[in-house]
Structure formats: C-alpha cells, structure tokens
C-alpha cells in the first residue's frame, strides 16, 4: 500500500505532549530505544500548541499532531464538549497508529496521552510511565489497560507499577560536572573557584524565586558565592554589580542546562518530577520551592530527596530575601554540608531508567 512507511523493525509511538514534565522522558526513552534497537522507528504524539512543537523535531523525530483533549478542572460549558472533543481525538489519533503501523503505544500523562491510551485499546500494546509523585487522570485511565506500568516513585497511586526512576537524556545522566567545571563557568562568565548557586523556576521563570534570590544579592557577594540566575524570558533581574566579589550572573533561559549544572555547587528551584530527577542524577544539593499551585504533587516529589538528607523544602510563601539570606548563603558556603547533600542526593537518583523503560517496552512488543 502505498503511504504507509516500511521498517524492518519496531514502531515505538510515545505520547508525552504539552509540557517538558512530560515530553523530556519520551524523549529520553526514544534515544534509549534506539541505541538498543537502531533498526526501530519512534514517532511522537502531539498537539499544534504544546512544547513538543519546538523540542521533538530539534531531536530528530517525527512529530504527529491530534487535536488536545484538556480536562477542565472545574465544571464548566466545557465539560460538555469533552466526549465529542475525545471521540474525534481518539479518531484521529487511531488514524495515526494506523498509517505507522505502531507496535506499542507508551504514554507519560497529559492530554496527548488520554485519546492515545483510548485509540489504542484492544488494538495496540500500551506502556504507562507515572513520572510524578501523585498519578494524574490520563495515566490512571491508561493503566487500566496497560500491558506494563512503571512509575517514578513508590506509592503513586498506581497499583502495581514497577518503580524505575524518570527516563533522563544522556547528556545529564552521563554528566561530569568536575571535568566540565572550568568550561561551564567560563561559558556563563562566573568566578572559576567561588562557591556558585544556580537558581531556576522552570522554563518561563518564577517571579517569587526571582523576587527572593536578587533580593539577597548583596548578602551572597558578601559571602563570597557566585549566582547563575535563570529567570524567565519574560522577566528581568536587575542586580549591581560588587567589586571584587563575584559575578551574579542573571540569563533568560539555559540552552545549556548540563554546563548550568557543572557550573554550579547547588540549586534553588520549583519541584516538578524532571527537575528534582535531573538534579538527583547529577548530586547537586537543592532547596525545593514547590510550586503553590496545583495538588501538592510538587512537595510530594522532593520528598525522597529531603528525606534522604540531600535537599531542603520551603514553601513558596515563605520563601523571602531574608530567608535566602540567613539560610541558602551560608549553605553554598559550606562544602562539607554540600558534599554531604550531594553523597545523600545521588543515592536517590535513577540514572539508568531510560534504558530499563527501554527494555520494558521492546519485551511488551516481543510478545
């Protein structure tokens, strides 16, 4: 027939659509499928105004676009729109498993993942990954079906998961941050040798971590510790300069994220499921401001971490300059605590996940 692609091997279809959370494990999971099997096909699913539009195609992947099935979270007009919403969703996402000839469906939650788990029940081989601490809807609708679940963390609330860890890219898990120290701070332009935090609110910033941290500017150049300040590319950060201490060095958005992390001795920051992953993976202390939106999951996530010793929780509410001042200065100061924080954090991480939702995933098609 023609229009229908040829492999010789596997079709592997992920869906992780609308938010990094979701489309940075599906991609990690590609790479990992392809260097166990490189005569297999990954095809990603999404939607014409998620992420995913940006970050898929720059890593080399097809992109199919459905339409998006959001949940609204209140009862509203919308709600009564939904079944015809999921019904021509799950349409044409069956029209897309089709026309690939996919042999396993897996999903990372989200509304891609909703119409993809329904369009391929009973026709198509599906995989559950739960990166967070508390499983939302679509996966638990998926899971009911799943040949195989897999979740991040113990208790998720899906029964019978295994608990891998969140798939992470190589460029992290395989990161050297002391043989790429020098480079990364002479690429951000930080102090080579002073103790140096890095502070981040996800991909659009976060105005309450900006506020706190450059509010306590002057404490940290008394101190002696450098800042890389990652602040969103809609907001600003405005900091004077202290001579002779050194840099406090605000940024837009890190393209680089692996040279952020060698750069830095610690780490303020929200956290969701991928960044406590990432900086578990690499050992860096943290303190966790969760987002104070949402279900909690956020605090819920940084939990094996602080419980393990290797991180520190504050509530956004409470997080001021005067708090960054009388306790994240003096703990970049501190190389004993951190070396401490950092042996603690990486007893915590996964870094072979990838690979092991991999292997899940070829058995399910071996079947």
Known sequence: MTGIPQQAGPCVVVAGGGTAGHIEPALALADAVMRLRPDARVVALGTERGLENKIVPARGYPLELIPPVPMPRKPSP????????????????????????????????????LPAYLAARGRVPIVVHEANAKTGLANKVGAKFAERVAAAVPDSG????????????????????????????????????????????????ARSINNAVSGAASAFA??????????????????????????????????????AYAAADAVLCRSGAMTVAEVSAVGLPAVFVPLPIGNGEQALNAGPVVNAGGG?????????????????VPLVADRARLAAMTAATLGTGHREADEVLARIVLEVIGK
């Open 312 to 328: 520190i929780l504050v509530p956004d509410e409470q997080l001021t300059p005067q708090w960054v001042a009388q306790n994240v």
């Open 78 to 113: 919308d709600l009564l729109k939904l079944p015809l919403r999921v019904r021509e969703s799950v349409k044409r996402t069956r029209e897309v498993l089709d026309r690939v000839r996919a042999d396993v469906v897996v999903g990372f939650g989200g509304y891609v993942s």
């Open 222 to 259: 008394q101190a002696g510790v450098g800042v890389l300040h990652a602040h969103g590319p809609k907001n600003t950060v405005a900091v004077q300069a202290v001579p002779g201490a050194p840099a406090y060095v605000p940024v837009p958005y890190l393209e680089r994220m692996d040279l």
């Open 158 to 205: 899906l029964a019978g998961a295994e608990v891998i860890g969140i798939p992470l890219r190589q460029s992290i898990t395989a990161l050297d941050r002391a043989a790429l120290r020098a480079q990364a701070r002479a690429h951000f332009g930080l102090h080579p040798d002073a103790p140096t935090l890095l502070v981040f609110g996800g991909s659009q910033g």
